[in-house]
């Protein structure tokens, strides 16, 4: 079958290559992978910014159908349409170090590979309204998105919603937020990219090159209360007008750092408004069941910017590099 492997960091060090079909285990299906999506971890495996083992298969996030079951396995059929997990030992609950380990791409082999042999507990059953590359695109940013929104800020209809930028995370929050009964915020530097956004239900818009202290523009949309919940993914470099954009007693949802790893928190800030800031990665088999379900009943739709085959993987990432995308960008296998 062919792969992808990452050799050591740097772009340049990704190749295709032939390896053995994998075989499956006691517990295991067997799976003829169709498509994978990229993701910001995805990037930095392959770019080297998280080390791995020369030769890991990257991709965490994985759509295809079974073709085999191991012996144990009652839960799939052959010929069901799968995706992956992010965390396959993260079943439900809180998570803990044990539920954190095994991750697809990162910890043990991913999906850029035509056929991936995994225990069963690494897939759920696709939705039954997606195709292989739409289902591909849920693993790691749409459950991150419905954690953040439903699991920890328990957000409700009518609240409010501030989302940052144009990635898979930020997106599908938007959308989840609207079938929620949410008013959403959306803020972006590109006005063609803010108009994608109102077209997917945003209620309000930001241009936060246009105005830098966009956290007190939030507040005034909301009447001068602030915002209920922020998906922040941007980190250091914009949490300090996340905070300023939160109600009292309102919730951030830390999900990203593409805006620094490290910087000043205005810490009294956050104590005197007595916001909740929560750190977010992913979620567990059970959310994302739950979240396939909603997905089906309110027939939201994934949106993806652009498709690569899997020889072009180099190109995808350099696409994602250069931040020009708006939603997710996937591999076809």
């Known amino acids: 079958m062919k792969v992808a492997s990452v050799q050591a960091g740097g772009l340049d060090q990704l190749r295709i290559e032939e390896r053995d079909d994998p075989e499956v285990g006691s517990g295991e299906l067997l799976v003829k992978v169709r498509a994978s999506s990229l993701n910001f971890h995805d990037f930095a495996v392959v770019s080297g910014l998280i080390p791995g083992q020369p030769g890991r298969i990257p991709m965490?996030?994985?759509?295809?159908?079974?073709?085999?079951?191991?012996?144990?396995?009652?839960?799939?059929?052959?010929?069901?349409?799968?995706?992956?997990?992010?965390?396959?030992?993260?079943?439900?609950?809180?998570?803990?170090?044990?539920?954190?380990?095994?991750?697809?791409?990162?910890?043990?082999?991913?999906?850029?590979?035509?056929?991936?042999?995994?225990?069963?507990?690494?897939?759920?059953?696709?939705?039954?309204?997606?195709?292989?590359?739409?289902?591909?695109?849920?693993?790691?940013?749409?459950?991150?998105?419905?954690?953040?929104?439903?699991?920890?800020?328990?957000?409700?209809?009518?609240?409010?919603?501030?989302?940052?930028?144009?990635?898979?995370?930020?997106?599908?929050?938007?959308?989840?937020?609207?079938?929620a009964g949410c008013r959403v915020i959306a803020t972006s530097s590109s006005e063609e990219k803010l108009a994608k956004l109102k077209a997917l239900g945003a209620d309000h818009l930001i241009n936060y090159k246009e105005t830098p202290d966009w956290g007190v523009k939030a507040r005034e949309l909301t009447g001068g209360v602030g915002v209920d919940e922020v998906v922040e993914i941007g980190g250091a470099g914009t949490l300090g007008q996340s905070i300023t954009a939160c109600r009292i007693s309102g919730h951030i949802s830390l999900i990203g750092v593409l805006a620094g790893f490290a910087g000043e928190v205005p810490t009294a800030q956050l104590f005197s408004q007595n916001i909740t800031l929560k750190g977010i990665t992913v979620g567990s088999r059970q959310e994302q069941q739950d979240m396939i379900l909603a997905i089906e009943a309110n027939n939201i739709l994934p949106v993806i910017s652009d498709k690569f085959p899997m020889a072009e993987i180099r190109a995808a990432f350099e696409l994602q590099a250069a931040q020009k995308h708006f939603g997710k960008i996937v591999l076809t296998v």
């Open 60 to 179: 965490s996030d994985g759509a295809g159908e079974v073709v085999a079951i191991g012996s144990g396995v009652t839960e799939f059929a052959v010929g069901d349409a799968v995706v992956s997990v992010f965390f396959p030992a993260w079943e439900r609950g809180t998570p803990d170090l044990n539920k954190l380990i095994g991750v697809p791409g990162d910890h043990v082999d991913g999906f850029a590979a035509e056929f991936v042999a995994a225990p069963a507990s690494g897939f759920t059953k696709a939705p039954s309204n997606y195709s292989m590359e739409e289902s591909a695109t849920l693993p790691c940013a749409a459950l991150t998105a419905w954690r953040a929104l439903f699991t920890e800020a328990q957000v409700k209809p009518g609240d409010w919603v501030l989302t940052q930028g144009t990635g898979g995370v930020s997106i599908f929050a938007l959308q989840f937020a609207k079938a």
